[in-house]
């Protein structure tokens, strides 16, 4: 089992708007980056865990923790015109972008913000606090995951 965080804007696509979503599932559609589509295509696996994150948030922070419940396949976005994320060179006979599953498990509340995720120690080479660090879609360690399912735990129960 491996770990990630999954960036979203929340005005784009909310943790809310996934819980929503029947069976609280949806196809994580639209990354364009490769490093990040070499990650769905090769890496993320069913069961995988998901940090929810709001990037251009006031302020930005992990939301909700969500799990795959699919692997990467290709990202059907890509091959209609009329999608926001079409691509005309992407083929389904030859796809470019994958995108994998989540299913939502639950909200973190309150959310663990940016600045406070820099306060802890434990967390300092987490790859969401490095300067310069932009990808959408990123590895969690086992350290890093547990530190931040036990914050997690503490604020639902305040």
Same mark, same amino acid.
């Given at each position: 089992?491996?770990?990630?965080?999954?960036?979203? #804007?929340?005005?784009?696509?909310?943790?809310?708007?996934?819980? %929503? =979503?029947?069976?609280?599932? &949806?196809?994580?559609?639209?990354?364009?980056?490769?490093?990040?589509?070499?990650?769905?295509?090769?890496?993320?696996?069913?069961?995988?865990?998901?940090?929810?994150?709001?990037? =251009?948030?006031?302020?930005? %922070? !992990?939301?909700?923790? %969500?799990?795959?419940? @699919?692997?990467?396949?290709?990202?059907? &976005?890509?091959?209609?015109?009329?999608?926001?994320?079409?691509?005309?060179?992407?083929?389904?006979?030859?796809?470019?972008?994958?995108?994998?599953?989540?299913?939502?498990?639950?909200? !973190? #509340?309150?959310?663990? &913000?940016?600045?406070?995720?820099?306060?802890?120690?434990?967390?300092?080479?987490?790859?969401?606090? @490095?300067?310069?660090? @932009?990808?959408? !879609?990123?590895?969690?360690?086992?350290?890093?995951? #547990?530190? !931040?399912?036990?914050? %997690?735990?503490?604020? =639902?129960?305040?």
């Amino acid at each position: 089992m491996a770990y990630w965080l999954f960036k979203s #804007e929340p005005d784009c696509f909310s943790y809310a708007d996934l819980a %929503a =979503n029947p069976d609280r599932t &949806t196809g994580w559609d639209g990354v364009r980056n490769y490093q990040a589509r070499n990650m769905i295509r090769d890496e993320i696996k069913v069961g995988d865990g998901v940090l929810y994150y709001h990037s =251009n948030a006031a302020p930005p %922070a !992990i939301v909700g923790i %969500a799990e795959v419940v @699919r692997e990467g396949h290709p990202d059907p &976005t890509a091959f209609h015109p009329d999608a926001d994320h079409f691509d005309p060179k992407s083929r389904e006979d030859d796809p470019t972008w994958y995108q994998v599953s989540i299913r939502a498990v639950r909200a !973190i #509340e309150p959310h663990l &913000t940016l600045p406070s995720l820099r306060a802890i120690p434990g967390l300092a080479s987490m790859e969401l606090l @490095r300067k310069g660090s @932009r990808l959408s !879609i990123q590895p969690v360690s086992t350290v890093e995951w #547990e530190t !931040i399912m036990s914050l %997690a735990q503490f604020c =639902n129960r305040s």
